[in-house]
């Protein structure tokens, strides 16, 4: 695939803007996942940027972090927190934005619902692999990783989706 000096640049912004959405962290007492602004990235990423170039600008976001970077959820960085109980759901950022932007792509009009219904197939898979990844790194039954892992976010992700949607529906006909 060839990617021309303004994908370029909108993969950058959006490995940034992802990086800068975990910046904005809110913990849970009860929770190892804090609430970050990082999804609401991810699903404009997907949806502005398409399935390549949105999945890229995720794989860059990731790579940042691998180097050493502070890009992930409260200033981490490294490979370790790729393997620890969040790991998962940064993973999940990757496959959201492709899958998001595949089911965007090629649509001649916006509507709403569609767009909101897309972003939370992304949030939705999201969930899936943290979820999965936090029962085997901490140990959790299936139950008690969605109870700490998924049931404190989903009105969160579900106001981020909308809002996100919102926003998509007006800047991508004129931008991208």
């Given amino acids: ?55 890229i600008s995720q794989m860059v976001y990731v790579f940042l972090g691998c180097l050493g970077l502070p890009v992930f959820a409260g200033g981490m960085s490294g490979a370790g927190v790729l393997i620890g109980p969040t790991g998962g759901y940064i993973f999940g950022f990757i496959l959201a934005a492709y899958v998001i932007g595949k089911l965007i792509e090629g649509k001649l009009k916006l509507h709403y619902l569609l767009v909101f219904l897309s972003l939370i197939v992304g949030v939705l898979i999201i969930y899936l692999i943290g979820v999965l990844q936090l029962m085997a790194v901490a140990k959790l039954s299936f139950s008690k990783a969605f109870f700490v892992g998924v049931l404190p976010f989903i009105g969160v992700d579900l106001i981020k989706a909308a809002l996100a949607s919102f926003l998509i529906q007006r800047v991508k006909p004129l931008c991208f």
Avoid: E, H, W
Wanted: no cysteine; charged share 5%; hydrophobic share 70%.
């Fill in 1 to 55: 695939m060839k990617i021309d000096v303004k994908s370029m640049v909108l993969v950058a912004l959006f490995a940034a803007l992802t990086a800068v959405g975990a910046f904005m962290v809110i913990p849970l007492p009860f929770s190892l996942v804090p609430v970050t602004l990082q999804v609401f990235f991810v699903l404009l990423a997907g949806a502005l940027l398409g399935s390549k170039l949105g999945a």
